[in-house]
């Protein structure tokens, strides 16, 4: 899985920059519906070893001017790589959604989508609105695992969205449920 991908990269330069790793076997970059880019691809190598080193060289290398971001894809049916460890969630429920405050309010339920899945898969990810429409400047994202729930607040706390520094928690009222209060 490759993310922060510049809208101008097709699937040819994302297959000519992992070549570095190792044989590409093939690459894809997510697109909407309407054709334009989502911002990530995967990419297939020949070898488990390839993909490797994919993750481990050519993160934080820059594509069409952008600093790009490569980890395992968590969604492949293969089963490669050992199964994840269960347990081990530190105190709470291990509950699979996080609260994400500091929003800017132009950020869209995708964008939030979109940036939140460097730590895992997102199952849904809701912007709060005021009686309005507006945005409160926070949202609440649901991750298809615990494990990737508590990566999110240790690896995204703090990173930046549309020119804003995000702060990520567990959610402590599972499932995005919110009254008014303040």
């Not at 709470?92 to 959604?97: H, M, V």
Request: hydrophobic share 30%.
């Amino acid at each position: 899985y490759v993310g922060n991908l510049s809208w101008e990269v097709a699937w040819q330069d994302l297959k000519d920059h992992m070549r570095d790793a190792g044989n590409v076997v093939h690459a894809e970059v997510m697109t909407e519906a309407d054709g334009r880019s989502k911002g990530c691809g995967i990419v297939e190598f020949e070898t488990a070893e390839e993909a490797k080193e994919a993750c481990d060289n050519l993160s934080d290398t820059e594509l069409k001017g952008r600093m790009i971001f490569v980890r395992e894809d968590r969604e492949t049916s293969s089963g490669g790589g050992g199964a994840p460890a269960h347990g081990g969630s530190r105190g709470g429920g291990g509950g699979t959604s996080v609260y994400v405050g500091n929003l800017a309010y132009e950020t869209s339920w995708q964008d939030l989508k979109d940036h939140m899945r460097q730590a895992g898969n997102v199952d849904q990810a809701n912007v709060l609105k005021n009686d309005d429409g507006r945005s409160k400047g926070c949202g609440i994202v649901v991750y298809q695992n615990p494990r990737d729930a508590a990566r999110a607040t240790r690896e995204l706390q703090n990173s930046v969205l549309h020119g804003r520094p995000i702060f990520v928690r567990e959610d402590r009222e599972q499932g995005g449920k919110r009254g008014g209060g303040g």
